[in-house]
């Protein structure tokens, strides 16, 4: 008996340890392919140098900043912060399911475009509302005039 509950736990910590790593490698597999290396660093160059241009006082340290982040602002650290992140939020077999998609030629294309659609979502967003301040502004109107009559 005690021979049988010693390999019961074995096999169940072996199982468990099983899927903690294929949990750990589907999140950085899909840090990987979602966020890559190569879109990483572009973006993070982007950044670095935006950051240079809105404080002109770094420029003359342009070098000083490119080193630091090739040091501290790596793709293996963010990769492994995005799996992080990733398991936070979804299940083993939603970062499956997810894999198989953005392995296809529609998942990649949508990740190509998806920072186009966030950016072209907040343009819409705001066309409306500029669209539509008459009617927001007539509401303010109609509610500051029903607060005063009832003073």
Request: hydrophobic share 40%; glycine share 2%; with cysteine.
């Amino acid at each position: 008996m005690r021979k049988w509950m010693c390999r019961l736990l074995l096999t169940s910590c072996c199982i468990f340890s099983f899927a903690a790593v294929a949990a750990e490698d589907i999140a950085l597999t899909l840090a990987d392919l979602m966020g890559g290396k190569q879109q990483y660093n572009l973006l993070n160059h982007q950044v670095l140098n935006k950051m240079i241009r809105q404080q002109p006082e770094l420029a003359r340290y342009q070098s000083v900043v490119m080193a630091w982040s090739d040091e501290c602002l790596t793709w293996e650290r963010m990769r492994v912060e995005l799996a992080r992140t990733y398991r936070s939020h979804f299940s083993e077999r939603e970062m499956h399911d997810m894999l198989l998609f953005f392995r296809t030629a529609s998942g990649q294309k949508y990740l190509r475009y998806a920072p186009l659609l966030k950016d072209e979502t907040v343009l819409i967003g705001q066309r409306m509302a500029h669209e539509y301040q008459p009617r927001l502004l007539e509401m303010l109107q109609q509610a500051k005039q029903k607060s005063q009559s009832s003073h």
